[in-house]
């Protein structure tokens, strides 16, 4: 399941370095109920999870019957932000398996279907902004978002290295469908239950990011080959 040689390794933000799903799915179901929608925060979760702003109001729409204003994305996103900055923290085991990957000389990078402002607002609050820097990538960048294999792709050729040879960590349903798709083998993050629902996507199940130093280690013995 380990790409060898393991040249990559692509990290999601949300729900697998920082613990932002319940802040955002929050403001959501907020913001869902001022224009005729009510959904709980945890229904919210559950319907968006993994998902772009852009589907969220395609949802609103397609549900209420209603236009929404040019902007109402925008807005949202600046709710999102103001949020995040209050306060968001890293899911344990983070930021110990980003440093293993950097001192190992294993490239990382990040690519998330949120926005650069939401994460440099999440990075800046949890103090990893430095220990990322120069690898995030969103899916604003290509203009589509997970599902669609098109942000893992890029990704992969920002590091200048095939597809193949990277390995996912994903912990949502489009984003395991988005790694499978560009051909990336994938671990779905899955801390609570037994993943069956990501691994009948075709990922393997990881319990806990704290295994994944010594995972690094591992494929540290036959070295991280660029190219």
Partial sequence: MIPSPLRLVIFDCDGVLIDSEGPASRVISRTLQEVGWTLTPEAARARFEGKRLSDVRDAVEATTGRVLPPNWVEALQAALVAELTAGVALIEGAEAALRAARDLGLPFRIASNSSHAELA?????????????????????????????????ATAAAEGVP???????????????A???A???????????????????????????????????????????KG
């Fill in 163 to 177: 597809p193949k040879t990277c390995l996912v960590i994903e912990d949502s349903r489009p984003g395991v469908m």
């Fill in 183 to 225: 051909g990336m083998p994938c671990l779905g993050y899955t801390p609570h239950g037994d993943g069956a629902a990501l691994r009948a996507l075709g990922a393997l199940p990881l319990c806990s990011l704290t295994e994944l130093p010594d995972l690094f280690r591992l494929h540290a013995t036959k070295g991280f080959p």
């Fill in 179 to 181: 790694a499978r798709a």
């Fill in 121 to 153: 607002a999440k990075f800046a609050v949890t103090g990893i902004a430095d220990l990322v820097a120069g690898r995030v990538h969103s899916a604003g960048d290509v203009g589509v978002g997970k599902p669609d294999p098109a942000l893992f792709l």
